[in-house]
């Protein structure tokens, strides 16, 4: 429930517009009112069954989404003490297939939107307003009460502003996955963990084919 919740929340925002930050790049509040808009627009496009095909959103998050997300940070921060020790081909498996891990989470989510609204609180920049900034929203759902949902960006000169954490009424979407995967590259090591996460991914990846 909760990393459907997670995946729900990240599909639902990401991107912002703000002069105060950047000439050049969209900055925090506007650069998630954007993606939002853009991907409930996606949703809301009268195509029938197709918003409900795996391959349709999986090609809507690649476009819309995953731009806005900075995986390398998102990736140290899940792995903590562990991506310090791992080589750089392991750095790039991980990577790969927690990237792969996030969006088959998202597509689920997208699949099951029922047109939930989202609100957006005042932004307040940061105590390091050009580097870090937190965008807070709320989904307003007509069956029960709004879920309060922190969008935590960072800002590189290269990238513009890049979402690393989504924090669901006061859980981390990194802490979350962090003591998820933890004791399994503890006990059994990083390998094993990306080969899980592989086997998942295609098992994943195969069901969907299978259902066309």
Do not use: C
Not at 1 to 9: A, G, K, T
Not at 63 to 84: F, N, Q, Y
Not at 164 to 190: A, M, W
């Amino acid at each position: 429930m909760l990393s459907r919740l997670f995946s729900l929340v990240v599909l639902i925002a990401t991107t912002s517009i703000s002069p105060v930050f950047a000439v050049e790049h969209q900055a925090p509040q506007p650069l998630v009112e954007n993606v939002t808009q853009k991907v409930l627009a996606e949703l809301r496009q009268p195509k029938g069954a197709a918003v409900k095909d795996a391959s349709f959103l999986t090609q809507k998050i690649e476009e819309h989404i995953v731009p806005h997300v900075d995986m390398t940070a998102m990736s140290k921060l899940v792995l903590g003490k562990h991506w310090r020790a791992a080589t750089d081909a392991q750095k790039e498996q991980f990577m790969n297939e927690f990237k792969k891990l996030l969006i088959r989470t998202y597509q689920k989510s997208l699949s099951a939107y029922s047109n939930e609204k989202i609100a957006f609180e005042p932004f307040h920049p940061s105590a390091e307003p050009n580097k870090l900034a937190t965008v807070k929203t709320k989904i307003v759902r007509g069956n029960g009460p709004s879920i309060a949902i922190d969008y935590d960006l960072r800002f590189k000169a290269e990238d513009g502003w890049k979402l690393y954490d989504i924090t669901v009424e006061s859980v981390s979407l990194v802490t979350n996955y962090r003591s998820s995967f933890s004791t399994e590259v503890t006990q059994q090591g990083l390998d094993h963990l990306i080969q899980t996460l592989k086997d998942r991914n295609a098992k994943a990846i195969s069901g969907n084919n299978a259902k066309k």
